[in-house]
């Protein structure tokens, strides 16, 4: 499990390919690896990865096809900054949301624009996770933990402030960019949670709608 708060930005050093997967070498920045084993987990762009080597100034991880299909891990290349968070311990400080580093999906950067010091992004999600985005909700893009401050359909406006522009991969975002987006744990699970006992119906998957709410007492007429 993670926050959401970025410790570091750093960049990766090295894709190789390895036994129909990839191998990453990520190069860790000011990120503290002195409490870091091997088999450890460490976030990169959100993506919640297994250190296997540590050759001192960072680590490297084996990254599935699973997760490059399913992530914009592909459009990484060497080079390409990365948000970097170690997994947090029972004394960690939560001071964004909690994250599991397993990314629900690939959205776009839509625009970007100025706003006093801010910078506010539009982001467009894919359109299966629309509904668990909501106004001053929480959502991860790329790793960090973020505040929804308008929803409209399946875009979605942030507001960034300088702070978080410095000390993540957010300062080099620009239209069209693909980011990793995370929803809220809490908006899944209680999803699932309201199917009741068809959850356990072959094929019953997240199929909320408002008639099945109204049907099962949980909208009054």
Same mark, same amino acid.
């Given at each position: 499990?993670?926050?959401? *708060? *970025?410790?570091?930005?750093?960049? *990766? ?12 070498? +990520?190069? @860790? ?16 762009? =959100? ?14 991880? !084996?990254? #599935?096809? &699973?997760?490059? !299909? ?9 080079? #390409? ?29 839509? /625009?970007? #624009? ?21 106004? %001053? =909700? #929480?959502?991860? +893009?790329?790793? @960090? ?13 942030? @507001? ?21 987006? &995370? ?12 199917? =009741?006992? %068809? ?9 909320? @709608? ?9 909208? %009054? /007429?």
């Amino acid at each position: 499990m993670f926050t959401g *708060i *970025i410790e570091s930005i750093g960049s *990766i050093r090295a894709l190789t390919p390895k036994g129909g997967d990839v191998r990453v070498h +990520v190069e @860790t920045g000011k990120l503290d690896l002195s409490d870091v084993k091997l088999g450890d987990s460490i976030a990169v762009n =959100g993506v919640c990865l297994t250190a296997v080597e540590l050759p001192g100034n960072g680590f490297a991880a !084996d990254v #599935s096809r &699973e997760t490059l !299909d399913c992530t914009a891990m592909n459009d990484l290349k060497s080079g #390409s900054p990365v948000n970097l968070e170690k997994a947090l311990t029972p004394t960690t400080r939560l001071g964004g949301h909690l994250v599991s580093g397993h990314v629900d999906g690939v959205g776009e950067v839509v /625009s970007r #624009s100025d706003n006093a010091r801010a910078v506010e992004f539009r982001i467009r999600a894919p359109k299966e996770l629309a509904k668990y985005i909501a106004h %001053k =909700g #929480s959502i991860t +893009v790329d790793g @960090t933990s973020l505040t929804v401050n308008a929803v409209d359909g399946a875009e979605f406006l942030l @507001t960034i402030i300088p702070h978080t522009l410095s000390e993540t991969i957010m300062a080099s975002y620009k239209p069209g960019r693909r980011v990793n987006l &995370e929803v809220d744990l809490l908006a899944r699970y209680l999803e699932r949670l309201l199917l =009741g006992d %068809k959850a356990a119906e072959p094929s019953a998957g997240a199929t909320i @709608t408002e008639s099945f709410l109204a049907a099962n007492g949980y909208l %009054k /007429s």
